[in-house]
């Protein structure tokens, strides 16, 4: 009996340790299991740091933001790099506005959109840049005005900050743009204007810290930039001939700047292909790869990106040359073994994309540096949909600026555009309105725009709408073939 008893606690002992054994192992397979899915996941998915899906934003300032040809360029990547993550993004911006005029404007034109989110950008006129003159004064009265102006920057962008935490919408902010006062043209030449922007942005950078808000620093890089460009050439600028308001080629390096802070992702996708299919999941990201077929001459395979690239514009060609844009923010990656030495076409769905060695193909070829791509062509059609809203709102900011003019609230029967047009006909025939045919030009369009403002933001919002469609991936069929007439 006591023998018996023995045994069957051995066996017990034996069962536990089986069970033991097993549970063990289960727990690694588990862990294992979910340490390939968290590989699959990380090498198939890109995070959006600044903005999340059904995020509201406003991108608050002055004539830089109403030109606004960096946010279209933000919006763009968005929209090609995160499709199907929709966010909204509103034009703020006023010309000639300063820290106070977006106070007194914050009810009725910035938190009326419900923001989530606000990208603050001010500054440029807050300096009062007649102030300055063509050479740095010494005059204590001026020198004086100049500090005010400053001061009174400081406290009134600390004010529009806590009018924001107050109401927990989400700040990224922004140092102002350069004023370009080394460029050696024609222009007038507000001298010190760029240094009084300077401490403008430090205060900016030191808000940033003292909240821990995001920061994009403009004012460095494109300070940086034009002393560079302008040591080859010194009538060369980053910013437009005016001084003041940049080009195509200084929005994209606003733009470029912008999502070097927000840490955005590098590849558009990285379409990787190996001898074994299950290996090539893992070395890719940002797409699926299905249907590989390799042979001694050609490769063929399907592939769905989950992003498009970013399509450059050809106005953005010198400032490509000056920022790494297409190497941290625009790589679709794609490489292939090398089947046997010599020279490969590749086709994607039937188009002739280009040629390449084997070695080039083995080493790998960014995609987006060809425009006839289908995925580039796709891309180009949310552009063109994202400029036409873009050029819509365009048409809706330039109605604000005249109802936001400090006189325009004293013009009786707004309704009747008559009224309007000869109250504020009077008010720019006065200075500084006067010598400025800016005003007269933006009253004209006022006049056309005004009465269409409704029809204009539909339009704006059906093409955003439509870009998102247009931007939906799509799978594509890869052919890679020996050109045998070459080899």
């Not at 009134?156 to 919408?169: C, T, V």
């Amino acid at each position: 009996m006591r023998k018996r008893n023995l045994e069957n606690y051995k066996t017990q002992r034996i069962n536990i340790r089986d069970i033991k054994k097993k549970k063990k192992n289960m727990k690694r397979i588990i862990i294992f299991t979910i340490f390939i899915l968290t590989i699959t996941l990380i090498a198939n998915s890109q995070e959006n740091n600044y903005f999340k899906a059904g995020d509201r934003i406003c991108f608050v300032g002055n004539s830089i933001t109403k030109d606004g040809e960096f946010i279209h360029n933000i919006l763009l990547y968005q929209i090609t790099r995160y499709p199907n993550q929709q966010i909204n993004i509103f034009n703020c911006g006023i010309p000639g506005d300063v820290t106070q005029d977006v106070l007194d404007r914050l009810e009725t034109d910035i938190l009326i959109h419900k923001p989530t989110k606000v990208v603050i950008m001010i500054g440029m006129n807050d300096i009062k840049r007649w102030f300055y003159g063509s050479k740095i004064t010494s005059n204590a009265d001026t020198l004086q005005l100049q500090q005010e102006a400053i001061n009174l920057y400081k406290k009134n962008l600390a004010k529009l900050l806590s009018e924001f935490q107050s109401r927990s919408i989400g700040i990224i902010l922004q140092t102002p743009t350069i004023y370009d006062q080394t460029a050696k043209f024609a222009t007038e030449n507000k001298f010190g204007s760029n240094d009084a922007l300077k401490v403008c942005a430090d205060f900016v950078c030191e808000q940033a810290r003292k909240f821990k808000l995001p920061l994009v620093d403009y004012w460095t890089l494109m300070a940086q930039l034009n002393k560079k460009i302008q040591k080859e050439d010194p009538m060369s600028t980053i910013i437009g001939m005016d001084r003041i308001h940049p080009g195509s080629d200084g929005h994209l390096v606003m733009a470029y700047q912008f999502l070097k802070a927000d840490k955005a992702p590098k590849f558009v996708s990285k379409i990787c292909i190996y001898n074994n299919n299950k290996k090539s999941a893992l070395k890719s990201c940002n797409c699926e790869i299905k249907n590989v077929s390799l042979n001694k001459n050609k490769v063929t395979f399907t592939v769905k990106e989950n992003s498009l690239p970013f399509p450059t514009k050809p106005q953005q060609t010198k400032s490509l040359s000056l920022i790494p844009f297409v190497d941290e923010f625009n790589v679709e990656l794609l490489k292939v073994p090398v089947i046997k030495p010599g020279n490969y076409k590749l086709t994607i769905d039937g188009v002739l994309v280009g040629e390449f060695t084997g070695k080039q193909l083995q080493n790998g070829v960014n995609l987006t540096s060809y425009s006839n791509t289908p995925q580039y062509q796709q891309a180009i059609k949310v552009r063109d949909l994202l400029w036409k809203a873009h050029e819509e709102v365009s048409k809706l900011r330039g109605v604000k600026f005249i109802e936001y003019n400090p006189y325009f609230s004293s013009c009786k029967n707004k309704d009747n555009l008559s009224n309007v047009q000869v109250f504020m006909d009077s008010v720019f025939s006065y200075e500084p309105y006067k010598s400025n045919p800016y005003y007269k030009a933006r009253l004209k369009d006022y006049m056309i725009y005004k009465p269409l403002e409704k029809e204009i933001e539909n339009a704006s919002i059906r093409y955003n709408e439509i870009a998102y469609s247009e931007a939906k991936p799509k799978e594509h069929t890869y052919i890679i073939e020996l050109d045998n007439t070459k080899n």
